[in-house]
């Protein structure tokens, strides 16, 4: 899958969905979204379970992670001081080297639009990330438990932990979007069938079904990604 051109200023494209701040962000740092990019956010915004395979270098992280960003933004400006504390977006990445994806795809678009908001005089909430491994201190999983990020990235096997904890499974009860990324990884082992009894886990403290985004360069064959991605509903 490779790049697709701009649209013609006088046709919509699929940037123009998102937040003043946000496309205003995007365009100033890429100018025109990739294939994965505008055909995977039609979907994503529609609030539906999504796969997206492309290549390594396409875009399809920041894809998933920007319309997170962008609801985030509305839910927590439009709640206001009534906003219910909890995590609302929850990336999964079977990968140790989380925080060089993490400061690419998450930190600086967060910088990058609040700075665009800032400057069109319509400021925007800061957004809360925390990263959760098995090397995360106590000290730090105390304070995720007591003040939850709206965004947490963790790996598959914490993942699984996290909900054990009759405190901090509740962090859990507010999610409404996870991404599961590598996700070819995890198919077929058992660092995937414990990922799968975790996603549905989440689901289950939730109350409420919850939008389901996997990403991956070489995910095959799709039928079964899609099965094992959308879980037993």
């Not at 962000?25 to 995977?40: K, L, N, S």
């Not at 901090?168 to 995890?186: G, K, N, S």
Request: aromatic share 6%; glycine share 6%; charged share 25%.
């Amino acid at each position: 899958m490779t790049d697709i051109q701009s649209p013609l200023n006088d046709e919509p494209s699929s940037v123009d969905a998102f937040l003043p701040a946000v496309q205003t962000w995007f365009r100033e740092a890429f100018g025109r979204p990739t294939a994965p990019q505008d055909m995977g956010w039609p979907a994503i915004q529609r609030g539906e379970h999504t796969l997206i395979l492309s290549p390594t270098g396409s875009g399809k992280t920041l894809a998933a992670f920007l319309c997170g960003i962008d609801q985030l933004y509305r839910e927590v400006s439009r709640a206001g001081d009534d906003y219910e504390a909890g995590v609302r977006l929850l990336y999964i990445s079977p990968l140790k080297a989380l925080n060089n994806d993490v400061e690419r795809n998450l930190r600086a678009p967060l910088a990058g639009i609040r700075r665009v908001a800032k400057e069109q005089a319509a400021p925007l909430p800061k957004l809360d990330v925390m990263v959760r491994t098995g090397d995360t201190p106590q000290s730090a999983r105390r304070r995720m438990v007591k003040h939850p990020p709206h965004i947490l990235i963790t790996t598959p096997e914490s993942l699984y932990l996290i909900p054990t904890s009759p405190v901090a499974r509740d962090m859990f009860r507010t999610v409404q979007t996870l991404i599961v990324d590598e996700i070819h990884t995890l198919v077929g082992n058992k660092r995937g069938a414990h990922l799968a009894v975790s996603l549905e886990r989440v689901e289950e403290l939730a109350g409420h079904a919850i939008q389901r985004i996997g990403l991956s360069a070489t995910q095959r064959p799709l039928e079964e990604v899609a099965r094992f991605l959308g879980g037993y509903h």
